[in-house]
T-cell receptor
Framework: NAGVTQTPKFQVLKTGQSMTLQCAQD?????MYWYRQDPGMGLRLIYY???????DKGEVPNGYNVSRLNKREFSLRLESAAPSQTSVYFC??????????????FGPGTRLTVT | AQSVSQHNHHVILSEAASLELGCNYS??????LFWYVQYPGQHLQLLLK??????LVKGIKGFEAEFIKSKFSFNLRKPSVQWSDTAEYFC??????????FGAGTRLFVKA
């Protein structure tokens, strides 16, 4: 039982390059999330997927796109990377019950640097 | 808009000292409250959570938190910290639905 896995762990991009961050969970959770973590700002939600086939914007969606490939996988794409997207990216999953999000389970993170 | 405030950004304690980290939120309705911890080089993991019931909740590794509804607070406590508690601690609030709001985090350094 691996929990939430993310690839890659580290990535360096040049401004304007594109890349996709991969995330998979094996806990059969319906909901999945992408966050970015910046010093002094905590975690900010980029996009989330309430269930397979749905995605919605979070707090900071600009410059990103997502795909919920199936129940297990949720990818984050940067189409044209910018230095402002230098950050640590975390994927998470959770279950939902009675309209409430239960605790989230996080992946190990991807440290992205855009030069 | 909902917000979560963690009052201390950096805390330095000696081993065996008591710890209290403050957390206040701005939402007035029913909330679910969490504390997560991120040890150096690791991913976030759940320390404890409050959904309903006893407002004093106990988590892993001797941590506890008290929900005070009238003060919109959910402060984290530990009577005696250890060097291994060095980590960043995040308070988080979910007011229903899929969006959980995280505080900015408190970096705790425990001196051996």
């Amino acid at each position: 039982n691996a929990g939430v896995t993310q690839t890659p762990k580290f990535q360096v991009l040049k401004t304007g390059q594109s890349m996709t961050l991969q995330c998979a969970q094996d806990m059969n959770h319906n909901s999945m999330y992408w966050y970015r973590q910046d010093p002094g700002m905590g975690l900010r939600l980029i996009y989330y997927s309430a269930s397979e086939g749905t995605t919605d914007k979070g707090e900071v969606p600009n410059g990103y796109n997502v795909s919920r490939l199936n129940k297990r996988e949720f990818s984050l794409r940067l189409e044209s990377a910018a230095p402002s997207q230098t950050s640590v990216y975390f994927c998470a999953s959770s279950e939902i019950g009675g309209g409430i999000s239960y605790e989230q389970y996080f992946g190990p993170g991807t440290r992205l640097t855009v030069t | 808009a909902q917000s979560v405030s963690q009052h201390n950004h950096h805390v330095i304690l000696s081993e065996a000292a008591s710890l209290e980290l403050g957390c206040n939120y701005s939402y007035g309705g029913t909330v679910n409250l969490f504390w997560y911890v991120q040890y150096p080089g690791q991913h976030l993991q759940l320390l404890l959570k409050y959904f309903s019931g006893d407002p004093l909740v106990k988590g892993i590794k001797g941590f506890e938190a008290e929900f005070i509804k009238s003060k919109f607070s959910f402060n984290l406590r530990k009577p005696s910290v250890q060097w291994s508690d060095t980590a960043e601690y995040f308070c988080a609030v979910n007011a229903g639905g899929f969006k959980t709001i995280f505080g900015a985090g408190t970096r705790l350094f425990v001196k051996a």
